[in-house]
Each structure stands twice: as C-alpha cells, then as structure tokens.
C-alpha cells in the first residue's frame, strides 16, 4: 500500500483502578491514511493478541461522533488534534508518518480509571439525575403544537442539547471542572417553555450536585476548545445567572430582600 | 412443543381493536402495582421509554444496560426522523394512511392490527417527546415542521437536525433519570444480560455479568422486557454500533422464546463504503441527500477519469433511467440492489471500486452552493471528515450498508414472546416492519412499545399473579443458570488458540454478506449452511481470548456475542432458504418480475416464520403464523 504510516504510540496501560499505571511504547506500520484512530487501535491490539499480550482496552461505541463513549487524551489533548471532532471521527490522515503518539486516559479525580484508557464518567449521570428532566409523566402531554417555541429559542436549545456527554470538557479543564456539560444540560431545558416550571429547582439541584464531584470553572475556556460538539460557552454564563436569580428567589420567598 | 401460535389479536375494525383491547385488559391497581418487580434490559427508546413509563406506573423497575450510561445506546444515531400521523401540514395525512403505507412498505408480511396500533399512538408520541423538552424543527411562527422522508407522499417526519434519535433517546434518557431519581427505577450499568431464567414454564428472570468486576449473578422479577436492538452485527459490517448484538435475544430464543422471520433485514443504500480490510464499521448517510443528489456510475469499465471530467454520455444515471418515475428516490431496497448490480458489473468507483457516485453538482448549479450548505451542511462535513474528499467538489461515495433487522423475537400483540413473562420490545421484536421498514418508522416503534404499549399490556400478564413472590435468587433454579454462564465464560478464556475474536466476526460477516446479503439464491444459502458451521467449530477450537473473567475485558465481552451470531447466522440462512419468494429486505434472484424486481408469493409465504430452538443450531423447528389482510389490499409494488 501507498503512502502508510509508521508510528510509534505511547499508550497508558494500568490493570486496575487500585494498581499503578505506566506507559509502553509500541510500534504500529503500514497504517493507512484512510483509517479512523480507532482503526489504528484495532490494528495495534490484533498485534497484540498476536503476539500473546493482552490487548488495550479503549472505549467506543458508535464510531460516529454521537453516542460519546469515545475518548482519550491524544497527544496531551481531549479526543486529538482535530477540532470539532470526538476521538472515533479523528482519521490517521491527521497525523505524518514517523509520529510519535502518546494517549492516555481522560485525567480527572472524579474520573477513576477502570482499565488502561477506559475510565467511570457516571457522575455525569448523578447530574442529570439531579433535575436534568422536564417532569411530564407519559400520557400527559398537551398536543405537540399547544406552545408555540420561537425558532431562535428552539435552535439554541439544540445547541445545548447536542451535548454528547463524553467528558472532554473535564478532561480539558486544568479544575476538571463540568460547567460546560452541566450549563448544556440546564440550557437546553431552561431555554424552552416547557422547562419553566421547574427552572430554578432544576438549575440548583444540578449546578450543587456537579460541586459535588468537579471542580470549580475558572474561565479558561479548555471546554469549549475540546468540545467535539462545539458547546457556546455562552451557556456557562447562563447557567450562573439563573443560578443567581434562583437564589435571590429563594431569598425572597423569605423575605430577606429589600 | 409449542401449539398453534396465539397472536391475540383481537376482534373488530382494524381502528377499534386496540381501543377496545384497552378496556378488555385487566388492571392492576395503583396500591398494588408497588407489589410487582419488572426488569427492562436495554436503555435504547424502547428500553428508556419502557423503564421510565413503568417506574411512574409505580412498578418497581431494574433497568440493565451493558454501556457506561443509558444514553449512549444506538437509538442515540439515528439521523433522519420520526413518523407522526399529525397531519400538520393540511396535506392529507392520518392515522390510516400512516397504518397503510407502512404496511404496504412492509411489503404485507406484517399483522394489520399491530401497524394501525403504531400509527395511533404515533400521535401521543410527538406529544410526549415535546413535552419532554425534545427540540424539534420549527417554523419561524413557532410551530413544529415537517418534512417528507423515503419516498412518501405526505411530510409526516418530525426532525431535530441530522440527529434525531440523539434528541428522542435524552427525551427518554432524562424521562428514566426522573425515575432513578424518584427510586422507582433501579439502574444498573456495565451489566451485560447473557442468559434467561426460566421456571415453570415463565420467565423469572436474568443473569448478567458486571463488565467491571466480572461478577456473574441472577436478577429475578415477575416479568422481563428486552429492549435489546438489532442483529446487523452478524454482517460484521453495518451501520450499528460496535457492541450491538443478538446475544439477549439469542439467548431466550435458546430458553424458548421463537425467533422469527431472521431473512429480514434493512441494507440502507446510502453508507460511506469500507476503505480497507481494517474498516471496522460502516457510517449512514442520510437518506435525505437522495432528494437533490443525482446516484451514477461511469458507463466504462476502467473509467480512468475522475467524476467532473467524465461527460454526460459516458455517465451511467441508473436509477433514473430504469426508474423514471421515482428516479433517485426509489425504496430503499431498491436503490441497494440496484448499487449491488452496477458494483458486481464492474462500474464501480473508489480505489476499492467498491461505491457508486452521489453528485450534488446539479444541484449547487441549480441553487447554489449556500443552499445546499443549509441543507445538507453537518453530512457533507461528516463525510469530509471521513473519506477526506469534500463532496461540493467531487461526488461522494456511497454503497449500501446493514442497517436495520426487521426479524426479531416473535411476540403476541400484546409484545409477549410464547415465553409467559418475556416481553420484547423495538427491534428486538419482529412485528411492525414486516419485509422492510420504512423511514423514520423505527423511532417511532421503539417509543410506541415502550411508552405507549408495553405499559398497558404487562398490567394484563401481572394481574392474576398479584400475591405471588418473585423466584427467590437463591433458588435452585437461578444458580443452575448461573454456574451455566460461568462455565461458558470460562470456556472461551481456556480455549487459548491463534486467532482473534474479530477475525472470525470478519470472516463470518463476510459469508453472511456475500450469501445472505441484498441477493440470496438457493445455492449460495446452501453453501452458507455448510461454511457458516465449519467456521464456528473452527471458531471453538481456535480463538483466541487473552487476559481474565474478573476485570474489563473486552475480548471476552465479544466472543460471547459473536458465538451467537454464528449459530443466528445458520437460522438466517435456513430462513432464508424456506422463504421461496422475495418480499421487502429479502429478494431471492429466483423469485423476481421480469423487470428484475422483487416477486412475492402471497399464496405460500404470506405468513411469519418463527423458529423453535431445537437443541442445536441445525435442529430449528418452523412454526407459521398466518397473515391476514383485511384492509390493505395485496399488490405488487411498482416504481416505475
């Protein structure tokens, strides 16, 4: 084959979360441009079991950017080199022939590694358990068409919701901190009208339950550059404002306010 | 031995039968629903939905899923849309036109009663996905839009950009968090169904291993909904995600459970063709880019020329030539096979010679190239990103790809398998498609079993049982199964030969691909039956598993799956070769019109085949369900 290449990968091997990890260096060649990174993994690990080693364990899933299984640091950045791009949609044609790649996993306290580049991002779920719901039992909707959306409202709504949860945003974060896949979360409801009822609930469960686990956001903005879906950091902002409000609410109820 | 299959369907008009099978079902009341434990294994839109919806009923739910989180199962790729019979757009849609074309799209090999079900609570969904928070398309007015979707002639698809299932599947994700939350739902992630408890004749439960720990133990319930997906994987290659299996449903198949109408399965003419042996899955499309895309291939064999300087007279529009009416928009099925014919031809294109070309440069000289940009903009990116060739310049690449299955787990109307207690929903059953399933129809079947009908009739199974505990996890019953499990595991991890699991998922996907594929005749299914088996006794004696049972091991998560695949594989083939007729995803080459297309018989094979494991994977036993049409009339298709 033509123009293949010859790389030398750096890879985080670690059994087990209570075990120490190191890093081994292997050799991969006759990789083809057209190949996906994971396709590279693929390769590697037929060498591997070839060869009598266990091969690595790397997450995926889709292989289409969208379920968000995917990712490790490549080269010391959230799913790689290219921007806009999770780590199973980066293709080798990105990379030059006699490269020395290194991965490793997501680095995050709140994120213990399982096995080698796999690691537990569940505290993302305790998130959006926290309030990451409109409460509309099934059956008890109105017609579809009862509330008009205005269409700029809905389009940022999806924004927010094109989140697809991989956790590069804490990878990336020198706080590890989750402000932007939470901000996505609370935005893509508190922007639609169906989301009001339950606004200011929904914004402090979610943003106190996220303190819980990450650290704090100090506007480096990493994030957003990590982002493989491109998340505004607009909605941090959002989210600290209703934050905010949703205080000075409860103060009210109090009568605490001037 | 099983008896005559009971379908339940019940009397009356078609638009009156699930209204009235409502009433007629028994209930369970609110105080007691609490007394009842369900299991739900998968958190894909029907998994979710399910999950959720009974959690609220107040069943006390145990939610499995082999992922990290439930919102990462396949639903969460569909692109294209959802089906709803809103009629909306004052264009003529409705409930009976929805149930009409789906089952005339289905190729009538699907049951009347169920469609008509589909298409009514096609409505209720919308409702819940918006309440929900789910951001479809909107009109500047606020309103949603819609737009017409594969080949149909009313716009009754509801859309959020290319990534619709994405969208319904954190509808349903946050729908079932409400109730991990509220405590009706028990979730468990990273643990992997792989067998089913059957006791006295009903299902009782499930055993499952933690992907982690390795720790292999009985779940038990008063009733077990898989919510499992597909079985494209069998092909290797498909457009599913890496981990979809069949190995839940296979392995209640093995306790009992009839799998049925395993031939059916959805090639989707639109995917990014495999650029390598390494190709380690297919990427969709979507089917959308058909509507101002133009599909050819060069008219020369060794067309060294690139797209743009090859002239009109030496350029193959296929479709649009054998199909001047519909052109370029032709079904699914067709649009495969007819890619199929041109690539086995020689005129294919690629270095691999392996696609067909889909040209936009009509349209950018029609409308300009921001308007395709709008239109199209995140697929085209998407294939820039893949095949690093940008598709405003040079046509993409496409060749079909396994997409959907249409076969699946035989289940009464009511979504029970003849297992008592096994219920099965979306597309791990086989009862809405029939042949083939239309656009924007799988979303809509996931949710409809999950939110809108599971719920009403597991009520109807759990009823009489009121007062009974479920089976005791420490009874006999659940260690036998159990040890069972643990043996299989270890097996594979003591069998230490030469080869990869992928290896032989290659290799077996690539037998099921050129046998069992978009063309089967007898020979080749024959042939099929007798390599499919010599590969898995090879596949038994030679794989290759490394590491343990007791922490993340991937390799071994896989050769369990891909075991099943090969004994589905063998059922496929011997469907395939019992159905002598072509009908939907299953064209025989003996069967076929004159024109080339395909050829039903109505009078032998308008039934469901559901197979009886029978002891061994050469031993199924077929039982038929009869289908009748009393409202949409047969008759063959045509797209001329």
Redo the contacts between chains.
Sequence with gaps: MENTLTLTLKVWRQNSPTESGRFETYTVEEISPDMSFLEMFDVLNENLIHSGEEPIEIASDCREGICGTCGCMINGRAHGPEKATATCQLHMRKFEDGDTIVVEPWQAASFPVIKDLVVDRSPLDRIIEAGGYITVPTGSAPDANLIPVPKDAADTAFDAAACIGCGACVAACPNSAAQLFTSAKVQHLNLLPQGQAERWSRTENMVETMEEYFGSCTNHGECHEACPKEIPLDFIAYTNRDYVKSKRKNRNLLGQTP | MIGELQSLIPDGPVDEKWESHKFNMKLVNPANKRKFEIIVVGTGLAGA?AA??LG?LGYNVKAFTY????????S??AQGGINGA?N?QNDGDSVYRLFYDTVKGGDYRSREANVHRLAEVSL?I????????V??????????DNRSFGGAQVSRTFY??G?TG??LL?GA???L??Q??AGSVE?H?RKEMLDLIVHDGAARGIVVRDL?TGDIRSHTAHAVVLATGGYGNVYYLSTN???CNVTAGWRAHRRGALFANPCYTQIHPTCIPA??E????L??MSESLRNDGRIWVPREHDEARGASDIPNADRYYYLEEKYPSFGNLVPRDVASRNAKTVVDQGLGVGDMKNGVYLDFADAIARDGEDSIRARYGNLFQ?YE????EDPYKTPMRIYPATHYTMGGLWVNYELMSNVPGLFVAGEANFSDHGANRLGASALMQGLADG??VL?YTIGNYLAPLLGEAPLAENDAACGEVVSEVADRTQKWLSINGTR?V??FHRELGKLVWNYIGMERDKNGLEKALSEIPALREEFEKDV?V??SGD?????LEKVGRVADFFELAELKARDSLEREESCGGHFRTESQTPEGEALRDDENFAHVAAWEWGGASDSAVLHKEQLEFENVPLTQRSYK
């Design positions: 939905s959720a919806t609220e992922h990290d989180s439930p919102r990462r199962a396949h969460i790729a809103k909306y209720n919308i409702d819940q996905c918006v309440g929900q928070g951001p479809f398309a909107r009109e500047y007015g606020g309103l949603l959020a950009r990534q994405q969208q954190l994700y946050s729908a968090m409400r991990v939350s979730l992630t982690i995600a890496m981990a650029s390598d390494f190709q380690s899955k990427t969709l998407m990103r893949i095949t690093g939110y809108f719920p990869s992928d290896w290759r490394l590491g922490n993340l091991n991937s390799s």
